[in-house]
T-cell receptor, first 112, second 113 residues
């Protein structure tokens, strides 16, 4: 099955700086890559996603890039704010789409 | 529109006891999933269902069972609880299996002692 690795496991940045979280996947058939944000004690919620036919997608301060050849994708958060502090999970799913495989999560702390 | 609702939110079980975690969604989603979340381990898929009457194993199905008699409900059954099943359990649903957002319930924190 698919194996998704995520780095770093923890990340601290100063408010206003950028944060980058990286994920790799193993199954070349994976074609959908969502990112979820989980605030402390809350449920994971989708923040951005990308399909394999797209190299980059932006939504205000967040962006995701995908390199299919290298099988890695990254989440970029610019101008970080304290409310960005959370655990972020990357995931991958194949074109059969029956399963989402999640990374191990990155705990992001934005220091005011 | 409540989304995905899980009950209970917290539960303490003794070793060897059984229980059912309830999950219901009101979005008419075909796909439903059960995940467990352990510290530093991300979300691991236990079981999933692509529609009423259809279920399949995920990455970590041992010690669990599921059923899907209706589109709305997807209960997870723990038989003979073990300490290794101490975890936070999330139910999720999605409209289809491709390119769609998974909506999560609020989670059930289970402790087996």
């Amino acid at each position: 099955g698919e194996n998704v690795e995520q780095h770093p496991s923890t990340l601290s940045v100063q408010e206003g700086d950028s944060a980058v979280i990286k994920c790799t996947y193993s199954d070349s058939a994976s074609n959908y890559f969502p990112w979820y944000k989980q605030e402390l004690g809350k449920r994971p919620q989708l923040i951005i996603d990308i399909r394999s036919n797209v190299g980059e997608k932006k939504d205000q301060r967040i962006a995701v890039t995908l390199n299919k050849t290298a099988k890695h994708f990254s989440l970029h958060i610019t101008e970080t704010q304290p409310e960005d502090s959370a655990v972020y999970f990357c995931a991958a799913s194949t074109n059969t789409g029956n399963q989402f495989y999640f990374g191990t999560g990155t705990s992001l702390t934005v220091i005011p | 529109n409540a989304g995905v609702t899980q009950t209970p939110k917290f539960r303490i079980l003794k070793i060897g006891q059984s229980m059912t975690l309830q999950c219901a969604q009101d979005m008419n989603h075909n796909y439903m999933y059960w995940y467990r979340q352990d510290p530093g381990m991300g979300l691991k898929l236990i079981y999933y269902s692509v529609g009423a009457g259809i279920t399949d194993k995920g990455e970590v199905p041992n010690g669990y069972n599921v059923s899907r008699s209706t589109t709305e409900d997807f209960p997870l059954r723990l038989e003979l609880a073990a300490p290794s099943q101490t975890s936070v359990y999330f139910c999720a649903s999605s409209r289809t299996g491709q390119y769609t957002e998974a909506f999560f319930g609020q989670g059930t924190r289970l402790t087996v002692v």
